[in-house]
C-alpha cells in the first residue's frame, strides 16, 4: 500500500528534508584528505541534534552510525569508521536522513575529495546527478512509477561513456516510498523491468526517494562480511544521488533540496509546487 500524504504531512516531511540538506552542506565541507568517515559521522550527528532531528539511519536494522559513507567502490551502505581515512582523488557518496516529529527525510550525493579526479568520475557522477533530476522530472500526475524508471535509465543510456562502454545501472538496490518510514511501499527500479508492470500512478501526496546508482563498470554487487557495506562485484567505482520529493496539486516539490528543486526542474521546463514553509 502506498502512504498518500496531505499538505499538513507534507510540510512535515520538507523540514525533515531540510535538515538533510544541512547534514549534507556540512559534511561536503568536511570530506577532505585526511578525514575519516567517522569525523563525518560525527559532523551529521551534531547537525541533527542542533535541529533537535533524530536519525532514521542509527539502528534502522542494526546499523551502527548516522550516515553511510561509501568510497570509491562501496555502492552504498558503507559504515563510517576511523580506519577509512578520506585521500586526495577518492570519491564518497554520502547518504544521510532525519527524522522530524514522526516524519522522514533522506537523500545522498556524490563528493570529490580533493582534487586531481579523472573526467570519467567526474562525468560519472554528473550523469548520476542528472539520470536522479530527469526521473524527478517525471514525477507528475497521470504518470506512473515505471515513467520515473525508463526517465532515470533514458537518461543514463543516452550518456556516452568515456573510453567506451555502458555504465552499470545498479540493480539491486533503488528508489523507495518514504513518509512516516523510511523505506515504504512502492519499490523504484532505475531501469525499466517489464515483468513488474507500470506500477501505481502517481497522484497528489504520493512521495517518492529518488536514488539511482550508478558505476563504470558492472551491474553487479555484493555484501561484505560486516553485512551492510555493498561493492561493485568488479571493483569498478560508483555514484549515489538521492533526493526525497513530493507530488502534490501544484506539482513536485524536491523536500530535500533547499530551493525545493526550483533550478534543476526549471531546466526540464517543470514549475515546482510553492514551498509550504516558505
Known amino acids: 500500500m502506498v502512504q498518500i500524504k496531505t499538505p499538513e504531512q507534507i510540510a512535515k516531511m520538507r523540514e525533515a528534508g531540510l535538515v538533510v ?15 575519516t568517515t567517522k569525523d563525518l559521522d560525527e559532523v551529521a550527528r551534531k547537525v541533527l541534534a ?16 548516522t550516515i553511510c559513507t ?10 563510517p569508521s576511523d580506519e577509512v581515512v ?10 544521510a536522513g532525519a527524522i522530524v516529529d514522526g516524519w522522514h527525510g533522506d537523500a545522498a550525493f556524490t563528493a570529490f575529495v580533493g582534487s586531481g579526479h579523472a573526467p570519467e568520475l567526474i562525468e560519472l557522477s554528473r550523469v548520476t546527478e542528472e539520470s536522479m533530476w ?15 524508471s525508463r526517465a532515470i535509465e533514458t537518461y543514463i543510456r543516452r550518456q556516452p561513456k568515456p573510453g ?5 545501472i545498479i540493480e539491486d538496490y533503488g528508489g523507495h516510498g518514504i513518509g512516516t518510514e523510511m523505506h515504504m511501499d512502492p519499490h523504484l527500479l532505475n531501469y525499466v523491468d517489464r515483468r513488474r508492470g507500470k506500477g501505481p500512478k502517481l497522484v497528489p501526496g504520493f512521495c517518492l526517494a529518488i536514488e539511482p ?36 496539486e501544484q506539482g513536485p516539490l524536491v523536500l530535500t533540496a533547499p530551493d525545493g528543486g526550483k533550478a534543476k526542474l ?13
Open 266 to 278: 526549471a531546466e526540464y521546463g517543470v514549475t515546482v509546487a510553492p514551498d509550504p514553509l516558505a
Open 70 to 79: 561509501s568510497v570509491n567502490e562501496v555502492v552504498v551502505h558503507g559504515i
Open 213 to 248: 546508482m550508478v558505476s563504470l563498470g558492472t551491474p553487479r554487487t555484493e555484501v561484505l562480511k560486516d553485512d551492510w557495506t555493498v561493492i561493485t562485484t568488479d571493483g569498478t567505482w560508483s555514484s549515489h544521488w538521492e533526493h526525497s520529493v513530493a507530488l502534490t
Open 86 to 95: 578520506l585521500k586526495d582523488g577518492d570519491i564518497i557518496s554520502i547518504d
Open 50 to 65: 542542533e535541529h533537535g532531528a533524530k536519525s532514521n539511519f542509527l539502528g534502522y536494522g542494526g546499523f551502527p552510525a
Open 134 to 148: 530527469a526521473g524527478i522530472a517525471a514525477v507528475k500526475q497521470g504518470h506512473r512509477l515505471v515513467d520515473v
Open 164 to 168: 567506451g562502454g555502458r555504465y552499470g
Open 21 to 35: 540538506a544541512a547534514v549534507h552542506a556540512a559534511t561536503r565541507e568536511a570530506a577532505v584528505p585526511g578525514a
